[in-house]
């Protein structure tokens, strides 16, 4: 343990910066040698202050990736490698359900323009950008057809 700072300190100072999971900011304060009971004590602290809270922080990162322009395949597998539970994600995920294929349009036409090839390599290659963004196959050949 580092005998300059509590946990607490170091939380609360990981926090001021930006929203955690409450497993980041375990393996944060793992990683700076706190034991295990001392950090599960000071989460469990900070959350019933509400200074730490997974719902806020899954709301939070969601925004600000869908303001990135990822869709929500990649946004819902970072946020489970980030702990957040599934029924958490996916509430949040049913909330934005409408915005997600405005946000699929919006992202092809920045990056390739408005007119919708018709030529099937190049369709490809959207379809390609856009399922790396996270968007599914689905979704995106449903954007095709709806020009075709």
């Not at 009971?37 to 990736?65: G, H, K, M, P, W």
């Not at 509430?91 to 997600?100: K, R």
């Not at 990056?111 to 399922?131: C, H, N, V, W």
Request: charged share 35%.
């Amino acid at each position: 343990m580092n005998p300059q700072r509590s946990a607490r300190n170091t939380a609360m100072d990981l926090l001021s910066r930006r929203e955690h999971s409450r497993k980041q900011l375990f393996d944060k304060l793992k990683q700076r040698q706190f034991e295990d009971e001392e950090i599960s004590a000071v989460l469990a602290q900070l959350e019933s202050e509400n200074l730490l809270n997974d719902a806020r922080f899954t709301e939070c990162y969601l925004n600000q990736r869908m303001q990135k322009g990822f869709g929500p395949l990649r946004i819902r597998h970072e946020l489970a490698e980030k702990g957040i539970r599934t029924e958490l994600i996916e509430l949040h995920m049913e909330i934005n359900a409408e915005n997600w294929f405005d946000l699929m349009q919006s992202q092809r036409e920045k990056k390739f323009g408005t007119e919708i090839p018709s030529d099937y390599r190049e369709k490809m290659k959207q379809a390609r950008f856009l399922q790396n963004r996270g968007f599914s196959p689905e979704a995106v050949m449903r954007l095709f057809r709806r020009y075709e």
